[in-house]
């Protein structure tokens, strides 16, 4: 079976390709009633690879000079969008902006590099155009929340609430800021986990950056019988912190009575540290601050109830 590709007198144009395609569905009727029949099946993939050998004897050179440009542009793109990064322009840039521009610039170039391999193959741009337009409401609905995360990545590069490093809360996770791409924020959590949230979630709910300042105020609740000397414990807590030598020395910590629970006098001890400390000081103070309370002789209640018999 012989077709003629080439009524237009070129590679991949609307005639090559529509000649293509009319060969195929034309084999469609000439398909084998029976799989069993193995004659039959043989003989009709063999028709069918004649028509592809044609297609590809016609098309080919495209065909290749197109998927040499995929091969070729996809790690020229990898390798410009890494000198881009390393350029002193950029470099002068913050952490996020960098990831943010170099994850924007690396999908901008592969889609050039497609559009090129597209234009060589021989379709018409106008066809192209055509398809995209008439499937226009449909391919907006499906990237509607991509390009949600892509505005919203726009927002967080220009306000710049946070930057890779800090560490954020945002929505129900928290964590490092490790990157900022076009779509996805990823944070390192402190549990080890790898969290990758949508930049719209970012930006869509209250967002809390435990770094912005630089330090951190640690806050310890520790209960003390009644009858306790008020003056004694608060002297007691603020001596252990001023000891921890992570606890900063302003603002100085301080304590307080903090309320009258149903067993105990709540005490609250409060002590500002490091942002990157944070953790180090929270549990270090818990320990020495109990500690603290039972060398000095101060009773640690457990909860009373009194019960009245008639």
Known sequence: MRVDFAKGGGFMTEEVTGGFIEAITGLADELPESVTDVSAVGAFLAKVWDVVQQYIASAGVRLILALLL????????????????????????????????RSFLSGALKVIVVITAIAILGVPMTTVAAVIASAGLAIGMAVEGSLANIASGFILVVSKPFAVGDYISAGDREGTVSDMGIFYTTLAAYDGTTVVLPNSVVTGGTLVNYSRRGMRRVSLEFPA????????????????????????????????LEKHGDSSLDFILRAWCKADDYWDVYYGLTESGHAALGENGVEIPFPQLDVHMR
Do not use: C, H, W
């Open 225 to 256: 019988a009644y009858g306790s000397d008020v003056e004694k414990v608060k002297s007691v807590l603020v001596a252990a912190a001023a000891a921890d030598e992570k606890v900063l020395a302003e603002p100085a910590p301080m304590a307080a």
């Open 70 to 101: 995929l091969i070729v542009g996809f790690k020229l793109a990898n390798l410009l969008t890494r000198r881009i990064q390393r350029s002193k322009r950029l470099a002068s840039a913050s952490p996020t902006a960098q990831s943010f521009l």
